[in-house]
């Protein structure tokens, strides 16, 4: 339809009236019926042509008409027959059919023009009752407007006779002319009317008629319903309402779809969720929802659940990305093996070296002197312990001439450091191992070689204080080969430095074995991926808020990044590096502080750099509804199996406590020998004494189970063992111990589930309750039938439904079980075709431990 136009429109173009055009069509040849029909831009073209032909005839007919009605002693003669005043008087028109035989002498500012075929009364313009043949136009009603006002359109000659003028014009003529309405008889407006007539035809050529569009893009004249005044406007407002309700349900309809704002279509998914609840996720009507499970065969309200495999179903049909609990972690995370594929954008990183020791052998008093600081934080420490955790970054030269960076963490002793690895973070590359010369190997030093050994870290010894006349360092690598530390002194692989941070002697040494280990191990990360690292510290500032010290692992932090820390998350607000001084961004291995987060993160907790708030805000979500009662998964002696399995695990930790340290000797022995080819047993601690707090911690950070034998745990160890879900057993017979392991190693520890046939019944009536339910009548003839018990209904020799018993009823009475020889009535969860002579047969699961004879 874009190459029709209809006569209204194509008449408001023009700045003629519709009967003008129509009159102008029937000219032509074609049949116009009303001003709604439609015409062609070739009819277009000829119509314009007809129209510019009549336009030179009718400019010679203007000066005469306007000369006879000089009897309207108040309007002014028009100065010249120009084009720019067509319209101040009627233009005669030849007309064949007899209803348009009247011509009217529209004046533009309703000034009551007579116009005389033959005769005219040139002194009484407003009250000519004699001559029936004009029309004088004062107030002419609606009807004869519509029909008879047609400009510019016949010849002076050519007017009718007087044969038809007594019609309703007439009559028209009568009630006009008994009111004296002299004042509408305006001359100036009679002179400012040209000039909003419309334009010469000649000028209208057809290229505009790819301008006509089915919109009212140009306004309604003006300059002609002003001369009429009142009385003609309600038929015009009555069509231009209704056209302008057509053109905008024409606009609505060409208004494209593409309006909408189209936002991520992912979802999160983690536990069953209302049908309301799902709507609100997908955006979407809550009855869209409730009609695409009925079409799925499930009938939900809008407070029902969903399952959660029938949402991710759901969503999948309507083109929504689901995340489920692991793909929202993997969204920061998974990115980092794709991007490290990319060598050209690796660069060598600085290594990130934590001390470790025991109390007071000086591990801060070392971390001072390698900074070479000028005040020691030991003294600012309470008791010589460090209170807080601290990351700083020192500069060392390298052989080449060019300066190499190593940053240090310093740990309050080896609990934060347990802390971290036990919410996955390895946030370390070298651990330092500080003894003291005089005070040898103590036990939170056998600790901290416990937990560096089982974080896998490569460890270099600082033998510290070898200044004391008491020092004997060659005493300390003699223990340290006791716990499995074998220096290289005596032909073992671990670096041993002899220092002084008193004195200061020994740290250049340290610094280039610590750049050699590193090197070793080839540090690389790529500077160019989002970032994502470890939080090392975390506070509440006064001033400042939440306050975190972040260790940035890949990629570069920078201000303004959208940032996720555990179940904190905000944007980077400003950064501070070590020294207080502020940056703009932070690269691989760079320890930074972090403003900007809304809540304080843990220590060890994951940070990432996401690009979209809608991911961080889901993942952010995701994160805390999990936290809440979440225990971390670690490996039980009944989980064993199916984390071997699945291939979770294929090691087994295990802490050995005795009472005595020759018993958890031989016991660590009997246990190492349970090794298979399936999974490798790993002792990580012999030791004497009960269960404490460290062991659990440990065993947590380790995915370890604590063995004791003849020992208890603590009540701090029971606490946190219960919080972080360690499996702690204790015996008091030692072959129990390798039974227990071994059983769960080879997954007989696991009890056997086998199906036990309780009872059989026989459908004999089927009664149906609308649409949605179904009664089987049942005969039980073995056995019993128990309410909730498992069903299967054999029909013709296969199973046809495999569910739970939903209702049992016998007569009209609930009932939990019904025996042999007896009725009853039988729904079935989910199942609705039941049909007379199907066999139901009704079983339970029993669980049964299963045993192994030892050859």
């Known amino acids: 339809m874009n190459d029709r136009v209809r006569v209204y429109e194509l008449a408001r173009q023009m700045n003629l009236e519709n009967g003008d055009i129509i009159t102008a069509l029937r000219e032509l040849g074609y049949d116009i019926k009303s001003h709604s029909s439609t015409i062609d831009a070739s009819t277009v073209g000829l119509l314009i042509s007809h129209l510019g032909k009549k336009n030179g005839k009718g400019e010679k007919e203007k000066a005469a008409v306007k000369t006879a009605a000089k009897p309207l002693g108040k309007i002014p003669p028009p100065q010249t027959p120009e084009k720019q005043k067509p319209r101040v008087l009627a233009r005669y028109r030849k007309e064949t059919a007899p209803e348009e035989a009247p011509v009217e002498a529209p004046v533009v500012e309703a000034a009551p023009v007579q ?146 704002i189209e936002v991520p279509k992912v979802i999160t998914l983690t536990q069953n969720l209302t049908v309301k609840e799902l709507a609100e996720k997908m955006n979407v009507a809550d009855t869209e929802v409730i009609k695409r499970l009925f079409m799925k065969g499930t009938m939900r309200t809008v407070n029902q659940l969903v399952e959660v495999e029938l949402a991710r179903e759901l969503a999948s049909e309507m083109e929504y990305e689901v995340l489920t609990e692991e793909k929202v972690e993997e969204v920061v995370k998974v990115e980092e093996n794709l991007s490290e594929e990319d060598l050209k954008a690796l660069v060598t990183r600085p290594p990130v070296v934590t001390i470790m020791g025991h109390v007071d052998h000086g591990k801060t008093s070392l971390l001072d002197a390698i900074r070479q600081t000028k005040f020691l934080l030991t003294d600012a420490e309470h008791g010589g ?231 961080q805000k889901q993942i952010v979500d995701a994160r805390k509804a999990e936290r809440g009662d979440r225990r971390p998964h670690h490996v039980t002696l009944e989980s064993l199996h199916d984390m071997l399995a699945t291939g979770e695990v294929k090691e087994l930790n295990i802490i050995v406590k005795a009472d005595v340290q020759g018993t958890a000797e031989a016991i660590a022995e009997q246990v190492r020998k349970l090794t298979s080819n399936e999974v490798a047993v790993r002792v990580l601690r012999t030791s004497s004494g009960d269960i404490s707090e460290n062991d659990v911690n440990l065993a947590a950070s380790s995915n370890a189970i604590i063995v004791g034998f003849n020992v208890q745990p603590d009540r701090n160890a029971q606490e946190v063992s219960e919080k972080e879900g360690v499996d702690v057993r204790t015996y008091n017979i030692i072959y129990q111990i390798t039974d227990d392991l071994e059983k769960a190693i080879q997954g007989l520890i696991q009890p056997l589930r086998s199906e036990v046939q309780i009872g059989q019944a ?66 079935f969860e989910k199942f609705n075709d039941l049909r007379e002579g199907d066999k139901v047969t009704v079983y339970e699961i029993q669980e049964t431990k299963r045993e192994i004879t030892r050859s």
């Open 115 to 260: 116009e005389p075929v033959e005769k005219a009364p040139p002194k009484e313009p407003v009250a000519p009752p004699a001559p029936p043949e004009p029309v004088v136009e004062i107030a002419p009603p609606p009807a004869p407007v519509e029909e008879v006002e047609k400009p510019k359109k016949g010849k002076a000659e050519n007017l009718p006779t007087e044969e038809k003028p007594e019609e309703p014009p007439a009559q028209t003529v009568k009630e006009q002319v008994k009111e004296p309405v002299i004042e509408p008889v305006e001359p100036p407006k009679a002179e400012e009317a040209p000039k909003e007539e419309k334009p010469n035809t000649d000028d209208f050529t057809p290229e505009a008629f790819n301008s006509l569009s089915t919109r009212p893009s140009v306004p309604v004249r003006v300059a002609a319903p002003s001369s009429r005044a009142t009385p003609p406007r309600p038929p015009k407002s009555r069509n231009q309402s209704h056209e302008r309700n057509l053109q905008q349900k024409k606009e609505e309809k060409s208004r494209p779809a593409a309006a909408t």
């Open 385 to 615: 312990i460090t209170q807080h955790i601290g990351a700083y970054h020192v500069e060392v030269p390298h052989e080449d001439g060019s300066l190499r960076q190593i940053v240090f963490l310093d740990t309050p002793g080896h609990e934060a450091f347990t802390a971290m690895r036990a919410r996955g973070a390895k946030a370390t590359d070298v651990a330092i191992l500080v003894v003291a010369a005089d005070d040898g190997v103590m036990p939170q030093t056998i600790e901290a070689i416990d937990h560096v050994k089982a974080a896998g870290v490569p460890i270099i010894v600082a033998v510290n204080k070898i200044d004391k006349q008491d020092a004997d360092p060659d005493r300390v690598l003699t223990q340290l080969m006791e716990h499995g530390i074998l220096p290289d002194k005596f032909g073992g692989d671990t670096v041993t430095v002899n220092v002084s941070a008193k004195k200061r002697t020994g740290l250049d040494e340290l610094l280039e074995m610590i750049l050699l280990v590193s090197e070793i191990q080839d540090l690389k990360a790529n500077p160019e991926k989002p970032a994502n690292g470890v939080i090392i510290e975390a506070e509440l500032s006064r001033g400042k808020g939440a306050v975190a010290t972040a260790l940035v692992q890949t990629g570069t932090l920078r201000e303004g990044d959208l940032l996720i820390a555990g179940t904190a998350s905000g944007r980077v607000r400003a950064l501070f590096d070590d020294r207080g001084q502020r940056v703009k961004a932070a690269g691989p291995s760079m320890p930074v502080e972090v403003l900007g987060l809304d809540d304080v993160p843990q220590a060890g907790d994951r940070f990432e750099v996401v690009a979209d708030m809608q991911i």
């Open 762 to 827: 026989e459908i004999r009536a089927v009664f149906k309750l609308g649409k949605a339910l179904s009664i089987g009548g049942c005969m039980v003839t073995s056995g019993k039938v128990k309410r909730g018990g498992i069903a299967k209904i054999d029909r013709d020799g296969s199973i046809v439904y495999e569910g739970k018993i939903e209702t049992l009823k016998r007569f009209k009475d609930d009932a939990k079980e019904v025996a042999a020889g007896f009725e009853c009535g039988m729904s």
